[in-house]
């Protein structure tokens, strides 16, 4: 059975960092490539930053290049996502996803950010 | 980077069909046969409903169904039911550094 479970949320400060990590399993983590999206309080979904199976290649939207860097170790099947100079408009529940067949199939549970003084 | 385009809201009743639309541009929606669509209900994660503009997942009802014309994806739910009450997004390819792009989401009423 597929598994991700995201960690590493809380509240923070504006200017402030948190590192977001996915826990994956059931499935040949190093196959596929793995996405972060975000969902601000009542408002739509967010691509942040899709990362390549070994890891090769990034993206990211334009919101966050720069401030987030998303990376994973396939040894111990983990997807992260390292967020610095947090704002206010970041808070958001996010949610790590398997990409399959040029969609999402697979989610988490998400978990929470706040960024508030 | 802009957003894919919805209506913010949607409605039928039991049994009737509603379609959503999706519209963006040549270098989204149009440009690709990329277009996935997802539901999600209040406090939910959301559910991957179609992919690839019209096939479906396993488990997905055939009352779901995905199209494309041009810069414009839609869905449509055939045979409303009470559980079809959700937010429902799209979702584009759009271009080699932009893997995906999402719509704003429509809220589906059944009446």
């Known amino acids: 059975e597929v598994q991700l479970v995201e960690s590493g949320g809380g509240l923070v400060q504006p200017g402030e960092s948190l590192r977001l990590s996915c826990a994956a399993s059931?499935?040949?983590?190093?196959?596929?490539?793995m996405s972060w999206v975000r969902q601000a309080p009542g408002k739509g979904l967010e691509w942040v930053a899709t990362?390549?199976?070994?890891?090769?290649?990034?993206f990211y939207v334009d919101s966050v290049r720069g401030r987030f860097t998303v990376s994973r170790d396939n040894a111990k099947n983990s997807l992260n996502l390292q967020m610095n100079s947090l704002r206010a408009d970041d808070t958001a529940m996010f949610y790590c996803?398997?990409?399959?067949?040029?969609?999402?199939?697979?989610w988490g549970q998400g978990i929470l950010v706040t960024v508030s003084s | 980077q802009s957003a894919l385009t919805q209506p913010p809201s949607a409605s039928g009743s039991p049994g009737q069909s509603v379609t959503i639309s999706c519209t963006g541009t040549?270098?989204?929606?149009?440009?690709?046969?990329?277009v996935s669509w997802y539901q999600q209900h209040p406090g939910k994660v959301p559910k991957l409903l179609i992919y690839?503009?019209?096939k479906r997942p396993s488990g997905v009802p055939d009352r779901f169904s995905g199209s494309k014309s041009g810069n414009t994806a839609s869905l449509t739910v055939s045979g409303l039911q009470a559980e079809d009450e959700a937010d429902y997004y799209c979702?584009?390819?759009?271009?080699?550094?932009?893997?995906?792009?999402f719509g704003g989401g429509t809220k589906l009423t059944v009446l």
């Open positions: 996803a398997r990409g399959e067949n040029n969609a999402f199939l697979y």
């Open positions: 059931g499935f040949t983590f190093s196959v596929y490539w």
């Open positions: 990362i390549s199976g070994d890891g090769s290649e990034t």
């Open positions: 040549s270098s989204d929606v149009g440009g690709y046969n990329y």
């Open positions: 690839e503009v019209s």
């Open positions: 979702c584009s390819y759009a271009g080699r550094n932009i893997p995906r792009v």
